[in-house]
Nanobody, 127 residues
Framework: RVQLVESGGGSVQAGGSLRLSCSVS????????MGWFRQALGKEHEGVATIDTGDGSTYYADSVKDRFTISRDNAKNTVYLQMNSLKPEDTAMYYCAAALTRTCRSFLGLQRHEGYWGQGTQVTVSS
């Protein structure tokens, strides 16, 4: 079966950093895009960052641009999210996702009923 496993979440003070990892296994068909999403308590699901696993192109939500960096290691089937200059408003459950039916350009719009999702890792930023 397809499995996506996130790790690296935790509690950090404003201005701090965290690095999230997402390990993928069980995909028979190639996915051309991986992404990170988040949902804060009482807030809407939000696309954070995506990366094309082929050419490495990246896309970011405006709210995290210049603070977060997505990267991948295709040999390890792993995607990372480096989160710097964290703010309390970044507090959320962060999810990794993969899908076979979207281009990377549209991947930030992925909905929870689409594709494959990990269990999530909690990020809490205190002021």
């Amino acid at each position: 079966r397809v499995q996506l496993v996130e790790s690296g979440g935790g509690s950090v003070q404003a201005g701090g950093s965290l690095r999230l990892s997402c390990s993928v296994s069980g995909l028979t068909r190639k996915t051309n895009c991986m992404g990170w999403f988040r949902q804060a308590l009482g807030k809407e699901h939000e696309g954070v960052a995506t990366i094309d696993t082929g050419d490495g192109s990246t896309y970011y939500a405006d709210s995290v641009k210049d603070r977060f960096t997505i990267s991948r290691d295709n040999a390890k089937n792993t995607v990372y999210l480096q989160m710097n200059s964290l703010k309390p408003e970044d507090t959320a459950m962060y999810y990794c996702a993969a899908a076979l039916t979207r281009t990377c350009r549209s991947f930030l719009g992925l909905q929870r009923h689409e594709g494959y999702w990990g269990q999530g890792t909690q990020v809490t930023v205190s002021s």
